[in-house]
């Protein structure tokens, strides 16, 4: 997981913002909370709350790692 960074800037809002890379290798930031399903078809579609989806080039288990990590993180026990 040579890409996964996890976001401490206290200017980013929201408290469980993850880095995931898009396929054209731009790494974004985006809330984990908002995400609703992980797709993979190949590629891994993330669908958010809002309803807009990305691709990325992380898989579904990275993504969760991701989540599980920055939450752990954070203070809030995952099990």
Known sequence: MASFALATNKKLKGDCMIYVTKL???EIVINSDLIEVIEET??????????KKIITKD???EIIDKVIT????????IQ
């Open 42 to 51: 190949p590629n891994t579609i993330i669908t958010l709350t809002t309803g």
């Open 70 to 77: 920055y939450k752990r993180k954070i203070g809030i026990e």
């Open 59 to 61: 898989s579904t288990k």
């Open 24 to 26: 054209n290798n731009e």
